[in-house]
């Protein structure tokens, strides 16, 4: 038989060999303990079997012609498997507690998480081999990720312990998250009042380009720990000098200078994204505004700006997701935030601890990415009308 899709049939082989080889679940007497490792063929029992009939499909449509319908149903195996692995996970997490003391921990292994990645990446395959617009891929990829939110949401996953956890530190979680939102927003908030007016300052005077978009490069390439380092001293001289500013919050440690640093980090590709923008826009374009006797100022805000409003917003896109990841090591001045718990996790070797930090960025990121990929395709779409 000829293999029509080498990706699905590579990315199916890769998981066949994670279930076979790496432990799909881990189980410990309490969180302090290393866990045993559970094989994926030791849970396949009762109605947990009836997650290989996608698996199998999706090794059998690899040798399929890769027509619509075929990728449609590739899409929905992937979606089946992906909800698949996370109840088996769940209702083994559950039978485990059942049996066991009130401290075990049932954890997701590293089989879980390979299979589980190959999945989303089959998914993501059949998606972009679909060819949909826009907003129905991001829709579709919504839809993939519902059975899972719903697993979450229902309570199925509530004996596994990075749960157990997250009802330990349900407050401390809740703080935060809002920490981790405030200082994103008051990342973006500057990055945007500083980036967009450098980036219309670089589109309309070339000579700026060159030691602009140098400084911002040097910028982007200092380490972020080592950014961070690098204002402790001037803001707590700044703030000892200056006792209002100490009274505002600002200082050598906090959310102040991991705001700066982080603008810092946004600036480039809001920079370029803004510059890029304008740039696309068709010079006959704004020639036929300047004749129908528009002035500067209206030809900027009522040609120039809408049209580059997709590129603007992709560059808003990419600053947003950056910004929410380095948020994370923020942690390290004092800012809060999910890399708090990420650390603590760290110094205590509870790595479900780890993962209860990491998995919500993780979350946040996907989904600011996917939201700006909607509003890009709704900018688009609007102006093709």
Request: charged share 10%.
């Amino acid at each position: 038989m000829r293999v029509h899709n080498r990706v699905l049939a590579l990315l199916w082989l890769l998981g066949l060999a994670a279930a076979v080889g790496v432990a799909c679940l881990t189980h410990a007497p309490n969180r302090l303990v290393t866990g045993t490792g559970i094989r994926f063929g030791s849970v396949l029992h009762g109605a947990n079997l009836l997650v290989l009939l996608p698996g199998l499909w999706l090794g059998l449509a690899a040798f399929l012609r890769t027509t619509w319908r075929v990728q449609v149903s590739v899409l929905i195996a992937a979606t089946l498997w992906l909800a698949g692995l996370v109840y088996i996970g769940g209702a083994e997490a559950t039978r485990l507690a059942e049996v066991d003391s009130a401290y075990s921990r049932t954890s997701f292994g590293g089989g879980f998480w390979i299979m589980l990645t190959l999945g989303w990446l089959i998914a993501a395959d059949a998606l972009s081999r679909l060819k949909l617009k826009p907003v129905a891929a991001v829709l579709v990829g919504l839809a993939v990720l519902a059975p899972l939110v719903a697993q979450l949401a229902s309570g199925h996953l509530a004996n596994l312990s990075v749960l157990k956890e997250y009802a330990n530190r349900q407050d401390v979680f809740n703080d935060a998250l809002s920490r981790h939102l405030e200082i994103v927003a008051a990342t973006l908030i500057p990055t945007l009042l500083i980036g967009v007016p450098l980036g219309v300052l670089a589109y309309r005077r070339q000579g700026v380009r060159p030691p602009l978009f140098g400084v911002l490069n040097v910028i982007q390439t200092v380490p972020s720990i080592a950014l961070f380092g690098l204002l402790i001293a001037p803001l707590a001289a700044l703030a000892a000098h200056v006792p209002v500013l100490a009274q505002w919050g600002i200082g050598g440690i906090g959310t102040a200078p991991a705001i700066i640093a982080l603008t810092l980090y946004s600036l480039l590709p809001m920079v370029r994204s803004t510059t890029a923008g304008l740039e696309q826009v068709p010079a006959s374009v704004v020639d036929a505004a300047r004749g129908m006797g528009l002035s500067a100022r209206q030809i900027f805000w009522r040609v120039e700006v809408p049209l580059a409003l997709p590129v603007l917003l992709a560059g808003l896109r990419i600053t947003t997701v950056q910004a929410i990841g380095l948020t994370t090591v923020a942690a390290l001045i004092g800012a809060g935030g999910f890399g708090a718990i990420m650390f603590q996790g760290l110094l205590s070797s509870a790595i479900d601890l780890v993962l209860l930090g990491v998995a919500p960025v993780i979350a946040l990121a996907v989904a600011a990415d996917a939201l700006f990929k909607l509003l890009v395709a709704l900018v688009a779409f609007g102006e093709k009308r």
